[in-house]
């Protein structure tokens, strides 16, 4: 099985039409994703043409695409400014996962979409500032390029982090995953670690979870607590900034360290604490996590 995105998934995207998501639907369909439609009020009722011979469909409104294809899924690549009214059409139109890739969002916008997803009751938000997800053989929904994607297997991964999502990808790529979810660095995310945990626990197909968080903010240390409490699946973690000065304001708007909370000491010892084998390296964690499934 899988988590949030399956083959049956059925993707529309907004802002298919620019040039970063006609490239990234490119990457999409290379990886076999069923991409129904595309969202532009102002090129609605055009075709696109995609490498491969595929057809894609411009609607006026994610209403409208949903409705004519059945879509139940969008990933979003509009600007920054314009991401709050994306995700909250999106929203309105009660689709079950929206997948936010932008970066740069306000933390004010992504604070009260999120919080009007939470409303509705009808909406996942995957980020924003994000990879997206990627259920191996499946389906694909975001930016992670198709030459990347691991085969088909037993692991779960969630990460923070976009780069390093890529890499625990490769590095485990032959044992595979049943999903790889990227759930972004901003303070503010739909999907949270423990969002990704509980479905992993819940999933059959999931035998082992690999989870990456960064330093900065204390998301790691309450899915420890979850962990603790919830989860009998084996859990393998790495968390980004060992080697990073306290005080030290990182890449990602979440990272910031202050004083000993959230230190990537202080998650190791929550996580640890909690059963978790913690990694100080990617490739020591995937090693880790090579020793649980006996591969």
């Not at 043409?49 to 990933?75: I, L, Q, R």
């Amino acid at each position: 099985m899988s988590i949030f995105l399956d083959s049956d998934s059925k993707i529309i995207v907004q802002g298919m039409t620019g040039s970063e998501g006609m490239k990234h639907t490119q990457r999409m369909l290379n990886s076999g994703s069923n991409i129904v439609g595309g969202v532009n009020p102002k090129k609605a009722g055009e075709q696109v043409e995609f490498e491969g011979g595929k057809t894609v469909p411009v609607f006026g409104s994610v209403e409208d695409a949903k409705n004519e294809t059945g879509a139940n899924v969008s990933v979003i690549f509009v600007p920054a400014k314009f991401t709050k009214a994306a995700a909250e059409e999106a929203i309105d139109a009660e689709m079950p996962l929206v997948v936010v890739i932008t970066e740069g969002v306000p933390v004010k916008d992504t604070a009260e979409f999120h919080a009007a997803a939470q409303k509705s009751g009808k909406t996942r938000i995957v980020g924003p500032n994000c990879p997206g997800l990627i259920s191996p053989g499946k389906s694909n929904a975001g930016i992670i390029p198709a030459e990347t994607a691991p085969n088909p297997g037993k692991i779960g991964l969630v990460s923070k982090s976009g780069t390093l999502t890529y890499q625990m990808m490769h590095e485990l790529r032959d044992i595979g995953f049943t999903s790889c979810v990227g759930i972004g660095g901003d303070p503010v995310i739909g999907t949270t670690h423990v969002n990704a945990i509980e479905a992993f626990e819940n999933d059959p197909d999931t035998e082992a979870i690999i989870m990456i968080g960064e330093i900065g903010g204390d998301a790691e240390e309450f899915a420890a607590e979850y962990i603790k409490e919830h989860v009998t699946k084996p859990v393998v973690g790495y968390i980004a900034g060992f080697t990073a000065p306290e005080g030290k304001t990182m890449g990602h708007a979440g990272a910031i360290v202050s004083g000993s909370s959230g230190t990537a000491e202080a998650k190791k010892q929550a996580l640890e604490a909690a059963g978790v084998k913690v990694g100080k390296t990617p490739t020591e964690a995937a090693n880790l996590m090579r020793e649980i499934v006996g591969a």
